[in-house]
């Protein structure tokens, strides 16, 4: 099994920025994508955004060019530098992680206020 420990989401203004980390630990031996979705009120979850072992990533086409994925593999540790927010980034932001099947963080939730 593998844990994941989410931290960094908050409250900011909008324009403003945050900085998501998600550790994983546990049963790691070969972790393939990391990345993060996020759930507003009301609607479905959705990618924001994922990152290979290889470092290939892939962004939603609302948030490209506003967050950054990152990873450090030493650490199991996946990041999410968000800037540039808006009010409609307002959503419960969850870990993903995939090692022989998908793994799912607690969610930290991120507000931008107006």
């Known amino acids: 099994q593998v844990q994941l420990v989410e931290s960094g989401g908050g409250l900011v203004q909008a324009g403003g920025s945050l900085k998501l980390s998600c550790a994983a630990s546990?049963?790691?031996?070969?972790?393939?994508?990391m990345g993060w979705y996020r759930q507003a009120p009301g609607k479905q979850r959705e990618l924001v955004a994922v990152?290979?072992?290889?470092?290939?990533?892939n962004y939603a086409a609302s948030v490209k060019g506003r967050f950054t994925i990152s990873r450090d593999s030493a650490k199991n540790t996946v990041y999410l530098q968000m800037n540039s927010l808006k009010p409609e980034d307002t959503a419960v932001y969850y870990c993903?992680?995939?090692?022989?099947?998908?793994?799912w963080g607690q969610g930290t939730q991120v507000t931008v206020s107006s």
């Open positions: 990152i290979t072992s290889g470092g290939s990533t």
């Open positions: 546990g049963s790691i031996f070969r972790i393939n994508t």
């Open positions: 993903n992680v995939f090692q022989l099947k998908d793994y």
